[in-house]
């Protein structure tokens, strides 16, 4: 999912989507999407624990990267 950011604050995206496969994307406007959150507790707390969550997941891949070598991280030493 791209566009949580707006739950955020945010008015810009630090993120760009592009759909690689064959198959059918989806893209709500951003006024539909904020409305959506403004008028859903539910759905505004699932975004931002789905936003906590992706901090959360980067900020162990950051550690995992720092800490450990390629093999230790299961990843093919030539790329």
Same mark, same amino acid.
């Given at each position: ?5 707006? +739950? ?7 993120? +760009? !989507? ?7 994307? $989806?893209?709500?406007? +951003?006024? !539909?999407? $904020? ?5 859903? !507790? ?34 093919? !030493?030539?790329?």
């Amino acid at each position: 999912m791209v566009g949580f950011h707006l +739950t955020l604050g945010l008015d810009w995206s630090p993120l +760009t !989507a592009v759909v690689l496969v064959p198959g059918e994307a $989806l893209r709500v406007p +951003t006024t !539909a999407f $904020l409305e959506v959150v403004k008028d859903s !507790a539910v759905i505004g707390d699932l975004i931002r624990r789905y936003a906590a969550f992706c901090l959360r997941y980067e900020s162990q891949i950051v550690a995992c990267n720092a800490l450990h070598s390629i093999e230790q991280r299961g990843l093919p !030493a030539n790329g």
